[in-house]
């Protein structure tokens, strides 16, 4: 079997020499689509002999990826992000499956570990954040319209889980987080409204505060320490924001729908 791996890409300068580094001599080549970075993103995938360099206007998570998925040489796709990385174990996983036949109706599942500022986190309903990302383009396709793209999959699939985590280098800082749930819980709210979904006040109420509980009390998140702390109330506050963001998007259809 032989494995092409997969990359989407946007000003990832920071993080991208240190995702294909971990692919060399494990993917047989690595296809990096880029959507028109303004920093070094492009010279640094250039200078990696074995990969595969394009540039697409924005289409999406999805589309980007099915996309991208199209570009490659081999149907056997590692789908992985440019602040991931394959850990040993992992790497030497992947080894042993390219020694197998290609089969379209099964996919492979990986545990990702999060490197929080620094910190690695296993625990607050982060690990194992169980992602399937080596599966047959044939078969497999992404699908979602904003955020949470998801794999749409056979109907028999068989679905093997890898031993290895996929290590994903997360937030630098605070600041870092607050920048990038900001932009995602307005994709996820607009998602939602396209669905048709309401908030009530009460639910814009007790989510967030369920949700601290939730993941620092009953999903372990104080073993993780002051790190976990940060964690669980960042997530607690995105809560927050995506159904305040939600609820405006509702109040602004229904006044256009009174006018």
Known sequence: MRISAVIITLNEEANLARCIASLQGIADEVVVVDSYSQDNTRAIAESFPDVKF????????????NHANSLSSYDTILSIDADEVLSKELQNSVKEIKKEVENKNRVFEVSRLTNYCGHWIRHCGWYPDRKIRIFDRRSVRWQGDFVHETLSLPQE??????KGDLLHYSYKNASDHVKQFDKFTTLTAME??????????IGLMMRPKWKFIRDFVFKLGFLDGYAGYRVCKMSSFATFLKYAKLKELNENDNTDKQN
């Not at 697409?56 to 990826?65: D, I, M, S, T």
């Not at 939602?192 to 006040?201: E, F, I, M, P, T």
């Open 54 to 65: 394009y540039s697409q206007k924005w289409l999406g998570y999805a589309g980007q990826k």
């Open 157 to 162: 699939v068989e679905i093997i889980r890898l």
């Open 192 to 201: 939602a409204n396209k669905k048709g979904k309401n908030v009530r006040l």
